[in-house]
Structures are given as structure tokens and as C-alpha cells.
């Protein structure tokens, strides 16, 4: 049975169904960046990403390779990386998140922290840094996330004192993905009191006094690594203060995670239209009672359903992606309100895609399972979703 399953589970992922308007509106170049970026999904992405997930294997070298392409720096401007816009990158991370959410959101983690070197960085530091890490061949790690502070984020206590030339950071960091491999990590922390007393430093791996937890054992999101980040006195030279002046750390980590959201917003529809793209397919070929599924008026409803979110979804991510473009005064809440609508929406379709492929759909066989699992953690990460609905309805309400 389960050579059967792999056999039509690999023929039915060569298939391509109703794009749910996944092409509508856009550009001759964003077109040229979703055929680039789907190609490379079928070619170096989905073979692999199920033994990925199994072995919790870290593809480093998939990563250099997607940096060739430019994924690894696509809205960092064009000096140092692709120069593209945020409506671009949501139509590249659509297509790779469709073959493995897992590895594509590490990609959209490293560009939000080669766009804050890019955004808020010195010259210095943009020359000495973005040279390194927008190929990809080095990595880079957000740090933001407390063992005491998480959806409260202006709570933080990890703490840097400045000690001449240098600050000595002291705390720990939790949830970090890429911990222990990446090169940097770009990390918030405290020089003051509240809000306005927090800075950001990036700090190379190779900082004394800097240390990780063991790889954390998860649901999902197993081909990147979960580490704990952890200084002790670790010394780092002043000049990697990003952008040069203490206090400015809580507007860099807000203003990064608006496009954060809008990213993993992102993933989930790839894998939402990937599961809608399997489902058709699979009850188009399955027969119960003489007939196809498919010719059921219940599946046709469903699917009907799952189409209709995956649409909506995609609306509402390149909406906010397009609002970051133009500086829109409200894009926070449209970054907020796609986050939080497109991945709990797209969850659904995904589990809506499982149900109907019956006891299939929950093989390892089929890639589904997986996206069921990697897709769980995006409600929760780069803002729960409840904070989401906190940030929608004061934008309502002012």
C-alpha cells in the first residue's frame, strides 16, 4: 500500500490545477520570478523536502543555491541584493512554499534581517556585512523572542552594556531558527528602560560568550534547526549597533515584523494551494461507489470552499505586500489582518485537503501531512494571531 500511495502521490504532484488567480495582475518581471521560483521549488525543493523533514536535515546548500537566484535578498536594495519589492518576494515565497513551508520561511527569516542591515544599518555596516550574507553562503538569525517575553515584546531583558569600545550582552533568546548555524544574529535587546530603551546588535557566531541550546524536538518547521541563543558577558564591538545609536531597537523589530507577517502569511497560501492543487487531483482519480469523489455534490462544495480561501487569501497577503510598497499609512494593519486571516484560513484548506484524500492524506507519503504540521506554528510566531486582532481592531476603532 504505501509503494502505491508514494507512486500516485509523485504523479499527482507533477500536475497543475486552477490557479485560484495565482498569475491575475501581475507584471511581466513578477511573472519571470514565479516561473523562476516555481522551477526551482520542483527542482530543488520538493524531492527533498520530505527526507528533510524526517531527518531534520538543514539544507545549507539548497539555501547558497536559492541565494544564486537572488531569494536570499529580494527586497534589499540593488547594490547588494535583487532590489525588488515586497509584492515581488510574495509571489517568489508563494511558489517555494508550495514544495517545502519549513525551508521557505528560513528564506523570508534571512531576508527580513538582511533588510533591516539594508534599512537601518550605517554605510560601514551595510559594506561589511550584506556582502556576506545576501548569497546566502552565510546566514542570519532574528532574535527577539524571550523565555519571559513573547507576545510582549517591549518586556525583553537581555541586556547590553556598553564597556568602551564594546557592549557585553548578557540574557538568552528562544525560538531562534537557524540558532547555532547562522552567521549573525541580529538580535533586540536592552540599553535603557521600556520601549525606547531597546537597541539592536548584530553579533557574529563567533562572539566570545555566546552559546546555543540543543535543537529543539517540534510539530513541524523540522529542516531548519530551534536553538536557544544565550550570552554570557559576550563582547561585541560597538561598531555592530545597528544604525549606530542606541533606543531605535523596538521600531527596527516592529517594522520587520510587518513584513514578517506578510511572509508567513505567504507560506501558507503556497502550501494552501498546493493542497488544493493535490486535493483536486486526488478525487478527480479516487472511485467509491462506482463514480469519482470528485462527482460528489459534498467534494465539489468542499472544494469550492478551499478554492474561495486560497483566492481570498492571496488577495489579502499582496494587498498588505503591495500597502509596504507604498508606505500605505495603514499597512501594519493590513500586514496584521492578512497574518491573521490567511493563516488560519489557509490551515483550514490544508486540513480540508487531508480529509478528503481519506486515510492517504495522513501517510507520510503524501507531502500534506507535513504542511498540516509546518502550517500549526505561523498563527502563533511573528505575533499570535490573537495580537493580530489586537492591532486590526484599534486600527478600527481610532
Given at each position: 500500500?504505501?509503494?502505491?500511495a508514494?507512486?500516485?502521490?509523485?504523479?499527482l504532484?507533477?500536475a497543475?490545477f486552477f490557479?485560484g488567480?495565482?498569475?491575475?495582475?501581475?507584471?511581466?518581471e513578477?511573472?519571470l520570478?514565479q516561473d523562476?521560483a516555481r522551477?526551482?521549488?520542483?527542482t530543488?525543493?520538493?524531492?527533498h523536502?520530505a527526507?528533510?523533514?524526517?531527518t531534520?536535515h538543514?539544507p545549507?546548500?539548497?539555501?547558497?543555491?536559492?541565494?544564486?537566484?537572488?531569494?536570499?535578498?529580494?527586497?534589499?536594495?540593488?547594490d547588494?541584493g535583487t532590489?525588488?519589492?515586497?509584492?515581488?518576494?510574495?509571489?517568489?515565497?508563494?511558489?517555494?512554499?508550495?514544495?517545502?513551508?519549513?525551508f521557505?520561511a528560513?528564506?523570508t527569516i534571512h531576508n527580513?534581517?538582511c533588510w533591516?542591515?539594508?534599512?537601518?544599518?550605517t554605510?560601514?555596516?551595510?559594506?561589511?556585512?550584506l556582502?556576506d550574507v545576501?548569497?546566502?553562503e552565510?546566514?542570519m538569525?532574528y532574535?527577539?523572542?524571550e523565555?519571559?517575553?513573547?507576545?510582549?515584546?517591549?518586556?525583553?531583558?537581555?541586556?547590553a552594556?556598553?564597556?568602551?569600545?564594546?557592549?557585553v550582552?548578557?540574557?538568552?533568546k528562544?525560538f531562534i531558527?537557524?540558532a547555532?548555524?547562522?552567521k549573525y544574529?541580529?538580535v533586540?535587546l536592552?540599553t535603557?528602560?521600556?520601549?525606547?530603551?531597546i537597541s539592536c546588535i548584530v553579533v557574529?557566531?563567533d562572539?566570545?560568550g555566546l552559546s546555543f541550546?540543543?535543537?529543539?524536538?517540534?510539530?513541524?518547521?523540522?529542516c531548519q534547526?530551534?536553538r536557544q541563543?544565550i550570552?554570557e558577558?559576550a563582547?561585541v564591538?560597538a561598531?555592530?549597533?545597528?544604525?549606530?545609536?542606541?533606543g531605535k531597537g523596538?521600531?527596527m523589530?516592529m517594522?520587520?515584523?510587518?513584513?514578517?507577517?506578510?511572509n508567513?502569511?505567504t507560506?501558507?497560501?503556497g502550501?494552501?494551494q498546493r493542497?488544493?492543487?493535490?486535493?483536486?487531483?486526488?478525487t478527480?482519480?479516487?472511485q467509491?461507489?462506482?463514480?469519482?469523489?470528485s462527482?460528489?455534490?459534498?467534494?465539489?462544495?468542499?472544494?469550492?470552499?478551499?478554492a474561495?480561501r486560497?483566492?481570498?487569501?492571496r488577495?489579502?497577503?499582496r494587498?498588505?505586500?503591495a500597502?509596504?510598497d507604498q508606505?500605505?499609512?495603514?499597512?501594519?494593519?493590513f500586514?496584521a489582518?492578512a497574518?491573521m486571516?490567511?493563516t488560519e484560513?489557509c490551515?483550514n484548506?490544508?486540513d480540508?485537503?487531508?480529509?478528503?484524500?481519506?486515510g492517504?492524506?495522513?501517510?507520510q507519503s503524501y507531502p500534506?501531512?507535513?504542511?498540516?504540521?509546518?502550517?500549526r506554528?505561523h498563527?502563533i510566531?511573528e505575533?499570535?494571531?490573537?495580537?493580530?486582532?489586537?492591532?486590526?481592531s484599534?486600527?478600527v476603532l481610532a
Open positions: 500500500m504505501m509503494k502505491a508514494t507512486r500516485r502521490s509523485a504523479r504532484a507533477q497543475r490557479s488567480g495565482a498569475t491575475f495582475g501581475l507584471t511581466e513578477q511573472l520570478f523562476a522551477s526551482f521549488a520542483a530543488e525543493i520538493e524531492p523536502a527526507k528533510w523533514d524526517a531534520k538543514f545549507t546548500d539548497v539555501l547558497a543555491k536559492a541565494g544564486e537566484l537572488g531569494f536570499g535578498a529580494v527586497y534589499v536594495k540593488d547588494h532590489g525588488a519589492g515586497r509584492l515581488d518576494a510574495s509571489v517568489i515565497f508563494e511558489q517555494l512554499s508550495g514544495a517545502c513551508p519549513s521557505t528560513f528564506v527580513m534581517c533591516m542591515v539594508d534599512r537601518f544599518g554605510e560601514e555596516q551595510r559594506e561589511r556585512i556582502p545576501c548569497s546566502m552565510n546566514l538569525s532574535c527577539l523572542t523565555p519571559g517575553s513573547g507576545s510582549d515584546a517591549a518586556s525583553l531583558r537581555t541586556k552594556v556598553k564597556d568602551g569600545s564594546n557592549y550582552i548578557n540574557g538568552s528562544c531558527s537557524g547555532g548555524t547562522a544574529y541580529v533586540m536592552r535603557g528602560e521600556g520601549a525606547k530603551g557574529p557566531k562572539t566570545p541550546g540543543a535543537n529543539e524536538s517540534k510539530m513541524g518547521w523540522n534547526p530551534t541563543v550570552f558577558d563582547v564591538p561598531e555592530n549597533l545597528l544604525g549606530g545609536v542606541e523596538f521600531g523589530a517594522m520587520g515584523l510587518d513584513g514578517g507577517r506578510i508567513i502569511a507560506c501558507s497560501l502550501a494552501a493542497s488544493l492543487d493535490l486535493a483536486v487531483a486526488y478527480k482519480e479516487r467509491q461507489f462506482g463514480k469519482s469523489i462527482s460528489f455534490q459534498n467534494t465539489q462544495f468542499k472544494l469550492a470552499d478551499m474561495a486560497v483566492h481570498a487569501s488577495l489579502l497577503v494587498q498588505a505586500a500597502a509596504m508606505e500605505h499609512p495603514d499597512k501594519t494593519a500586514c489582518m497574518k486571516k490567511v484560513d490551515w484548506v490544508v480540508d485537503a487531508l480529509q478528503l484524500h481519506g492517504y492524506g495522513y501517510l500534506i501531512e507535513r504542511f498540516l504540521r509546518d502550517l506554528v498563527r510566531l505575533g499570535t494571531n490573537e495580537v493580530m486582532r489586537l492591532i486590526v484599534r486600527a
